[in-house]
């Protein structure tokens, strides 16, 4: 394959993994803060690759798509770290509300109202022992070795600036 087609195929797996977040949430997996962060590189990924597609220039732009698995992959990374209790994750999606017995009533009931249902540390699903952000991780990573190789093969005569 040349640099071109790694570029769209990289691309296209960016896109499988959003269709797939987006399959999750329509069948009742509520994202959390941080699934919904991780989406965002994998966008600017499928973007990479349509302009790749529209305009023939695979080597610049393929180390952008690089540059976007990449960040996917560390954010999936940090998200794992932050379901397996390795680190601490923001506290508006980590269920940590404070000091609840110095917190008056009505203030307490308001941070109570407005806290997120969807927590960052807890696993909704799993698939062979790993969540969905740990595969995040995974395919990222396999994503951004793609978008590397594609930066590196010459696009046979479709301007490989």
Partial sequence: MNGRQLSLLAGTGSAALLI???GFQAAGYAPCEL??????????AVVVAALIWLTGRVRVLAVLGMMAAGIAMG?????????LSLWAGPTQCSGTVGNL????????????QSAPVVRC??????FLGLSMAA??????????VVWGIAAK???RGSGAA
């Avoid at 699934?35 to 600017?44: D, F, G, K, S, T």
Wanted: proline letters at 6%; one cysteine or more.
């Fill in 75 to 83: 954010l999936a990374i940090y998200h794992t770290g932050v379901e």
């Fill in 101 to 112: 017995a110095s917190m008056a009533p009505a203030d307490l009931m308001e941070r109570l």
């Fill in 121 to 126: 540390d807890e696993v909704a699903w799993r």
């Fill in 135 to 144: 595969w995040n991780a995974v395919l990222s990573a396999g994503l951004a």
């Fill in 20 to 22: 797939a977040a987006l």
């Fill in 35 to 44: 699934c919904i962060l991780q989406r965002w590189p994998h966008v600017a």
């Fill in 153 to 155: 093969r010459p696009s």
